[in-house]
């Protein structure tokens, strides 16, 4: 299974680029409930999370080392929803070595990735095609809003953009973002800053932009905490849409599974109409290839991304 999970993901390199990133196994959806893989350059970082998974892991470090030869393995398994399959949480250094960061190519721009200590399994993934995207829209001045490492902002600075402010609550997700708009020659602004307050205070200082990126956290993390979610949805979007000039564009996302993509729809469009904008959509996008659906497993697609100029 692991070797067919492999097989699989030969021909969904992104043309034109060197990328050296992606996920070699999505769970359930590659036929492996439970087990993560994803490489970044040379090394793998390994996820089991479901106890059928963990009790393989011995196995699968094998397999891998066998079949892929990497210089290091990196287990990842410090993720909440261990805690409720009652396993232990941990992440360490598995086989071979690593220092402490792999420097990556993604969509054609470099980025250091610390698969011990970066978010998730050290840096985001799925939306790789949608930052690469990102890149054909790039305009004037442009807002990347929670921005993690600039996975987003950098692409748009990269297409030609005159101006990039990222913004992130986190000064260390920052200081990453600056590291990585120096390697790769561009020039950026950053802001720590709460989002909901910094977009606010944008519209009150009469700033306006023409593409605004929203890539926040899951907000939803269960079925309970949906209405809640969908306020904070609301509100970042409508804070956004006001920022945009005539014509600008909207890249808004959500990665939460329990907000289906239709509700997510229906948030933006009440959120339009708030501001007084008309929107279309441009493009309703997904997870990267890499992470692909599983027709009858819904729980295997979960991130909406949607692509809107505002009129
Ligand atoms: N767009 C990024 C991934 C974003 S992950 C990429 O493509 O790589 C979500 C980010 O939102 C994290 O870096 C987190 O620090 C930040 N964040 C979470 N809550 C926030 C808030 N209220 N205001 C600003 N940033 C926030």
Same mark, same amino acid.
């Given at each position: ?29 590659? $036929? ?41 393995? =990196? ?13 232990? =949480? ?12 792999? =420097? =990556? ?12 200590? $970066?978010? *998730? ?22 807002l990347?809003v ?6 987003? $902002? ?17 000064? *260390? ?22 989002a909901?307050?910094?977009l606010h205070?944008q519209q009150?200082?009469?700033q306006s932009y023409d593409v605004v990126v929203l ?18 949805y609301k509100e970042i979007n409508l804070r956004a849409l006001k920022l945009l000039k005539p014509g600008g564009i909207l890249i808004s ?14 948030i933006i469009l009440s959120a339009g109409m708030d501001a007084g904008r008309t929107l279309q959509v ?24 949607f692509v809107l100029r505002a009129i």
């Amino acid at each position: 299974r692991l070797a067919a999970a492999l097989s699989l993901r030969r021909g969904l390199e992104i043309s034109d680029t060197n990328d050296d990133v992606g996920r070699l196994v999505f769970s359930e959806a590659d $036929g492996i409930p439970g087990l993560i893989v994803d490489r970044y350059a040379d090394v793998l970082v390994v996820q089991t999370l479901s106890a059928g998974a963990d009790r393989l892991l011995p196995l699968w470090l094998e397999l891998l080392d066998e079949m892929l030869s990497p210089t290091a393995i =990196v287990e990842r398994n410090d993720t909440h929803s261990r805690k409720l399959e009652g396993l232990d =949480v941990r992440s360490r250094v598995v086989s071979g070595e690593l220092e402490s960061t792999v =420097v =990556v190519h993604d969509g054609g721009l470099e980025f250091e990735v610390n698969p011990l200590l $970066g978010q *998730k399994t050290g840096y985001f993934l799925d939306q790789r095609e949608n930052r690469l995207r990102a890149s054909e829209y790039a305009a004037g001045r442009c807002l990347d809003v929670f921005c993690y490492q600039g996975g987003f $902002g950098l692409q748009l600075a990269r297409g030609g953009a005159e101006e990039v402010v990222l913004v992130d609550q986190s000064s *260390k997700s920052l200081q990453l973002a600056q590291r990585a708009a120096d390697r790769n020659k561009l020039s950026v602004k950053t802001e720590v800053a709460n989002a909901f307050d910094f977009l606010h205070d944008q519209q009150v200082d009469g700033q306006s932009y023409d593409v605004v990126v929203l890539d926040p956290p899951a907000f939803a993390k269960n079925k309970n905490s949906i209405p809640r979610a969908a306020r904070g949805y609301k509100e970042i979007n409508l804070r956004a849409l006001k920022l945009l000039k005539p014509g600008g564009i909207l890249i808004s996302s959500s990665c939460s599974y329990h907000m289906s993509e239709e509700h997510f729809e229906n948030i933006i469009l009440s959120a339009g109409m708030d501001a007084g904008r008309t929107l279309q959509v441009l493009e309703r996008r997904s997870q990267a290839r890499d992470h692909p659906v599983r027709l009858g497993f819904p729980e295997s697609r979960y991130l909406k991304c949607f692509v809107l100029r505002a009129i």
